[in-house]
C-alpha cells in the first residue's frame, strides 16, 4: 500500500487512527473513490484528503479479514455499518474550522477597476447597472490602503470589471505605488482578452506581476463575436484579436485559462471551439480550458432559454468537459491538500472586494450594494460579514453526497442556487480527474527521482 498523498495534517490530527472494532461489519466510507489504474487500485478518501495506491493483490484482499482491511480501518476508508458518516464529516470541518487560528491581514482583493466594458454579451450579471471607472484618486488611496492593512505580508490581487483592461491606467498606478512602498504583490484577472497588445503584456508580467487571466470563449468565430457584440465597428474580427492576445500572454508565461460558458445556443458549436484550440495550443503549458453551465440559478439568471434544458445542459458539460480532457487541455486541476473549512473570498476575512469608488465589499458579483467598509475608513458592517459566512441548510440528498467534504455553499452566493443531481455528476467526474492527475504527477515525480539517484551513482 503506497501512500500517493498524506491525510490533510488537520484529519490526521483530529481523527488519529480509527480502532477496529470486534465483530463490527466495515464497508466504504461514503467518500471514498476508487479509481482502477494499471498498477493497481487508487483510493481516494474525500474526508481525510489521503490518496492510496493498493497493488491488484491487495486490492483482492480489501474485503476480507487481513492487515490490508485493517490498515484501511485504521486510515478511515473503511466505516463501521451503520454510521453516519455526513454527521462524522460535519462534525470533523467543524471542529477543524473552529480550530484554524485566526489570520492576520487582508491579504486578497478583488479590485474593480471600472464597471464599463467593451463588450455587450446578451448574459452578462452586469447589464443595468451603472458604468462607473476608478478615479486616480481613489487608486491612489486604495495602494495605501493596501499597505496598510497587509500585516506586511505579500498580497494577491485579482483586477476585476467590467473589463478591467478598460481602466488599465489604473492598474499601473496601483502597481506603481505598491513598489514604492516596498509592498510585495503578484496578481491574476479576469478579462474578455480583446485589449492586450504586446505593450501591455509586457507590462503585466513586469509591473503587474500577473500570472493568470481567465478569459471566456464562447464558440467559434461568428458565434463569439455575436456573443460578445463589442462595441468596435472596425472591421477587425474580436475573435481572432483575442485568439492572438491569448498567444502573446502564453508567450511571455503568463497562464491563460480559458473558460468556456455553454448554453442552448451553443452546446455544439463549443465542441468545435475546443478542435481549433488544441490545434493551436494542445499540450502547451499554461493553457487550460474548462465549461461553465449557463442556467438559471447562477449569475445568469436572465437565461430563460435555458431554463427547461437543465439536464440536457449539464449532460453537455460532461460530454464536453470529457472532450476537453481528450484533446489535453484539461488544465492541471489536483486534489485540495487540506480540508475544506470555508467557502470563497465572500466568508474569509483575509479577501476583499473593492469597488470603482472604493466601498468594500465581500462578493465580486455587487458592486453597488452588500458592501462593509470603504477605503477611506476603518469602521467595519459585522452583521454584513456576518451574513456572507452562512452556509446554505443541506439538502436530504447531501446525506448521501459523496462531494460533501468538498461542498460549501453560501446562502449569499448567487452562484449556490439549488442543488441538481447533474451539478453533482460534474463535481464527481472533476474529482475523479483530479485524482488520475495527481497519480500520473506522482508517477511522473518518482520516475524523475529514480533517474537522479541513476545518475548520482
Ligand atoms: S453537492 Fe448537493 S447534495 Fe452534495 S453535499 Fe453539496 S448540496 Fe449536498
Ligand atoms: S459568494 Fe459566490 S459569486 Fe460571490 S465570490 Fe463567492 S463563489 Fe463567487
Redesign the pocket.
Known sequence: METIIPAAKAAARLLREQRSRLGAAWRPLRYVLREDVAEGTLLFNGLTRELLLLTPEETAQMDAPGPVREALIARWFLAPEGQDDRKLASELLSLAAALEPPKEGITGY?VMTTTDCNARCFYCYELGRSRVPMSRETALRLADYMTAHSGGKKLHISWFGGEPLYNAEIIDLICQKLREAGQEYRSSMISNGYLFDEATVRRAAENWKLERVQITLDGTEDVYNRSKAYIYKDGVSPYRRVLDNIELLLEAHIAVRVRLNLGAHNGEDLFRLVDGLAERWGGRPGLSVYSNPLFEN??FGVLEQVRTHREETFRRQLELEDYIRQKGLGGRNGLRRSLRTG?????NDQSV?VAPDGHIG?????SESEFCSHIDSEAWDREMIRS?KEKVEEVPDCAGCVCYPECYR?K?????GACFPEARMIQESRLRQGVRNEYRWYVHKQAAREEQEQENC
Not at 467557502?343 to 466568508?347: Q, V
Not at 449569499?412 to 449556490?416: D, L, V, W, Y
Open positions: 478583488t447562477n449569475d467557502g470563497c473570498m465572500a466568508d472586494v465581500k462578493c465580486e458579483h455587487f456572507w453560501l449569499k452566493c448567487p452562484n449556490a
